[in-house]
């Protein structure tokens, strides 16, 4: 008797072809109107933190010499590209097996992993974004006072750069070998381990700290 592929059993058990699946986009609250809160188009982020970054960055040069504002973006950067990596290993991939922590654990995370391809669940939506970016600024400038303009301006640089290049890795086929590598990266958190290969925007620190995906020796990624 032929073996059951992974394509036939989805077809089979939800009436979708995998690619189907993959971009379905399941309702994860009720009523439907708070479910509408789990969904962004992919463009929301641009219209919210650009002018939040460009703000930030206009108080910085204005207050401050530019070797020190750009030194200090870059410093909000780098500190971007850490959260990046270890929110996405200690909470996203938390996941319990049961009770109150699955769900949470499948409302923040575990969606994306079950259908990867959902177009309006790529970016972080405004009611988690949004809350979240205020607490990391009132805590820069609680500890930096008006030195936090410029690193704030580079940390929300660092998160919509993620943002953008999360969408595009998954809707995308990039052209150029950095692309190429950071979509290959990716696919393998995704579809090969998804233990490795936190770092989405930033993949380096997969290399830091011990969590790089392995290369195959066959080429069987999904697209």
Not at 31 to 47: G, I, M, N, Q
Not at 149 to 171: E, K, N, Q, R, S
Request: hydrophobic share 45%; proline share 7%.
């Amino acid at each position: 008797m032929a073996a059951t592929t992974h394509d036939q059993k989805t077809e089979e058990q939800t009436g979708m072809s995998r690619a189907e699946y993959m971009r379905a986009s399941p309702p994860l609250l009720k009523p439907a109107a708070l479910d509408r809160f789990t969904r962004v188009h992919w463009s929301v982020p641009v219209f919210i933190f650009v002018p939040a970054i460009a703000v930030l960055a206009y108080l910085a040069l204005t207050g401050m010499r530019t070797w020190q504002a750009i030194l200090l973006f870059v410093a909000g950067y780098a500190l971007w590209t850490l959260t990046e990596y270890w929110l996405h290993r200690i909470v996203f991939h938390y996941a319990p097996e049961d009770g109150l922590g699955a769900r949470f654990h499948f409302l923040v995370h575990g969606v994306h992993h079950e259908h990867p391809n959902d177009p309006k669940r790529l970016v972080m939506p405004p009611s988690a974004s949004v809350p979240l970016a205020a607490l990391f600024c009132l805590l820069f400038w609680a500890l930096l006072g008006h030195w936090w303009y410029p690193v704030g301006a580079g940390f929300l640089a660092g998160y919509l750069a993620y943002d953008m290049t999360h969408y595009a890795l998954h809707h995308y086929q990039p052209k150029s070998r950095i692309g190429r590598r950071l979509r290959e990266l990716h696919m393998r958190h995704h579809f090969q381990d998804s233990e490795a290969g936190y770092g989405v925007s930033a993949p380096y620190w997969d290399n830091v700290f011990g969590t790089a995906p392995k290369t195959k020796k066959r080429s069987d990624q999904p697209r």
